[in-house]
Nanobody, 126 residues
Framework: QVQLVESGGGLVQAGGSLRLSCAAS????????MGWFRQAPGKEREFVSA????????YYADSVKGRFTISRDNAKNTVYLQMNSLKPEDTAVYYC???????????????????WGQGTQVTVSS
């Protein structure tokens, strides 16, 4: 069983930055592709970014490309999402997810992940 705990969310003005962290326990974190998703009120949960087991391969949604950076520290069992140039439309609950089953490649679909954190709120004011 894998437990994921996100932190680092908060309220920030447009143009500001936040760094989200997701600490994992249980399982073998260093072998899992990891992802970040977000869900705004009244909307579906959507893909934001993903990273492979080593950190050598990353992928971003078009809406965040060039502004967000995903990274991981396998020694600390933690994945990060650095968010710069934040916009009001980035406001959402952000979730990290672990892919422990299936092909160990980057994944962008919710159903490809089998463990989820509880989420952390990010609010960007205009």
């Amino acid at each position: 069983q894998v437990q994921l705990v996100e932190s680092g969310g908060g309220l920030v003005q447009a143009g500001g930055s936040l760094r989200l962290s997701c600490a994992a326990s249980g399982g073998t974190f260093s072998s899992y592709p990891m992802g970040w998703f977000r869900q705004a009120p009244g909307k579906e949960r959507e893909f934001v970014s993903a990273i492979n087991w080593s950190g050598g391969n990353t992928y971003y949604a078009d809406s965040v490309k060039g502004r967000f950076t995903i990274s991981r520290d396998n020694a600390k069992n933690t994945v990060y999402l650095q968010m710069n140039s934040l916009k009001p439309e980035d406001t959402a609950v952000y979730y990290c997810a672990a892919r422990s089953m299936g092909p160990q490649r980057i994944a962008t679909m919710k159903w490809q992940y089998d463990y989820w954190g509880q989420g952390t709120q990010v609010t960007v004011s205009s």
